[in-house]
């Protein structure tokens, strides 16, 4: 006997966007959040990456980009371990960010998913979890007392220190680095002097040049965010361990930039101050029968900007699997299909942010020297795919087989087709969440082949200029499943399309 069919632990941006693609997918989760509202305080004031896209293709862009007064748009330049990348001189960037604090994105997110049926409790922390093979279960803590609630799965969305986690035995191996980063956001005084390059002229100090300063102390970064407010860091080591959950002060960020500056910065306004360590850590596996992890319970990049665009991809990619085992059609090895696939696109993420602290971790003069060569070399293509791999567009989950269409496994491109109902795009058409067959090149084969699974799959036959392939079948998380190429045999393409139905929609409808 179960109370819900899914609890999430963690009203956070990946537990959130899980709830609402629950949601669009039929279920109705329970998520149970810790603290008693919404947050307040940025851990981020932004968020980049594929997850923009993504939010596109749901419908929700439009949304985020009304509660920040400004559009999405492409990414001009990004840190990359030290060093600077500047994507103003490319034709089109290959990072796209939006510019929503965190906790006005949670909001949205948790509107949204509320919107759709999930019920969110705030105040509710969850002090314990377990499992059996039917259901698990987790022991509340709430305003009016403690209780229990079961479902049938239960999915850790609850941080970097996961009770889930750790209640399900699964490790969590990795490096945390000793450095500490001290994070604000501010206005700085009028005898402070704001070049026209972006630079800064500081009393007592000269000349601060925008981007990153390293001193024998540490590194001091700063950047333009909006007009008049700067995003300022500074990194330390300090081996001593940093209480992370005792609020920042600006008198300790003041302290932090004083001793890697040997001077002081004058500072008008703060609006944001935070504190952070930084770890590479993989969850062994992102499930253990009935608990599953999202989010920063399953990693932990050694980079900012990483987190919440993967979290979020995470947390799109389970929905629609957990939906399909709840509603009993599953086929194989579907849910299983969510470690294999979001493991690999961490591993991925963990490459390029590792790489990141090798080159700024170093201080003597041979770092400096591989961080110089490394930006006179990250230029034209190699910059577009290094920012590919930051945001995550690059990834291409693994598909077996051979003679795959280069497609498959990728992000779904957003096509504009021309329909008898006239014209519209393949992100409109994902706004429901639901699987597409893509009928480019007029291929009635394909679609009568569709058809036996047409009560899980909508089938649409369109044209569009430059077609990619002769038919694409779109999972809900807007990756490619199958691809047809162009001209490819009509009995070789019909039994590779009904092959692929089978391996992620299940058994075909009986007739």
Not at 59 to 79: C, I, M, N, Q
Not at 86 to 112: C, G, K, M, T, Y
Request: aromatic share 6%; hydrophobic share 40%.
């Amino acid at each position: 006997m179960t109370d819900t069919d899914v609890i999430i632990v963690g009203a956070g941006p990946a537990g959130l966007m899980l709830a609402g693609e629950l949601c669009l997918a039929g279920v109705r989760p329970l998520v149970l959040e810790r603290q008693p509202g919404l947050r307040e305080t940025p851990k981020a004031s932004g968020f980049n990456g594929q997850i923009v896209e993504l939010l596109r293709y749901r419908g929700l862009l439009d949304l985020v980009e009304a509660a920040s007064g400004r559009p999405a748009g492409p990414a001009t330049h990004a840190p990359f371990g030290g060093v600077h990348l500047d994507f103003s001189h490319l034709a089109d960037s290959p990072i796209r960010v939006a510019h929503l604090p965190q906790p006005r994105l949670e909001r949205l997110l948790s509107e949204h998913a509320r919107e759709l049926g999930a019920e969110v409790r705030y105040g509710h922390e969850v002090a314990g979890v377990s499992q059996d093979n039917a259901t698990a279960a987790a022991d509340v803590c709430g305003p009016d007392g403690p209780y229990q609630v079961r479902a049938r799965y239960l999915v850790g969305c609850d941080g970097a220190h996961s009770k889930v986690r750790a209640a399900a035995g699964i490790a969590f191996p990795g490096t945390t680095y000793p450095e500490v980063n001290r994070l604000a956001q501010v206005t700085v005084r009028d005898s402070v002097t704001r070049l026209d390059n972006g630079d800064l002229d500081v009393p007592g100090l000269g000349r601060i040049r925008a981007g990153f300063t390293r001193t024998g102390r540490g590194v001091f970064g700063f950047g333009p965010l909006a007009s008049g407010i700067l995003l300022v860091q500074v990194t330390e080591d300090e081996p001593a361990e940093a209480d992370d959950d005792a609020p920042m002060t600006l008198t300790e960020f003041q302290e932090s930039i004083r001793r890697v500056l040997g001077a002081e910065l004058p500072v008008a306004d703060v609006s944001r101050l935070s504190r952070y360590r930084l770890q590479a850590r993989q969850a062994e596996r992102y499930r253990d029968r009935r608990i599953l992890l999202v989010g920063d319970a399953a990693h932990q990049f050694p980079a900012t900007g990483i987190g919440i665009n993967a979290g979020m991809l995470d947390a799109v990619n389970l929905g629609w699997k957990l939906a399909a085992d709840l509603g009993g059609w599953a086929p194989a090895g579907l849910l299983d299909s969510y470690h294999r696939e979001r493991h690999f696109a961490g591993a991925r993420a963990m490459l390029q942010t590792q790489a990141q602290v090798a080159l700024r971790r170093g201080q003597d003069p041979a770092a400096e020297a591989l961080r110089e060569l490394f930006q006179d070399l990250v230029t034209g293509e190699p910059l577009r795919r290094l920012g590919a791999m930051i945001a995550g567009t690059d990834i291409r989950y693994p598909r077996p087989g051979p003679g795959q269409h280069a497609l498959t496994g990728t992000f779904a491109p957003d096509l504009t087709l021309h329909t008898g109902q006239g014209i519209v795009s393949v992100a409109e058409l994902m706004h429901s969440a639901r699987p597409i067959l893509l009928d480019l090149a007029g291929r009635p084969e394909l679609r009568e082949t569709a058809r036996d699974w047409q009560h899980r799959v909508d089938i649409h036959t369109a044209e569009t200029e430059h077609r990619p392939a002769d038919a694409m079948l779109i999972r809900p998380d807007a990756h490619v499943a199958w691809a047809a190429g162009t001209g490819e045999p009509a009995g070789t393409a019909a039994a590779a399309l009904r092959e692929a139905l089978s391996c992620w929609f299940g058994a075909r409808e009986a007739t």
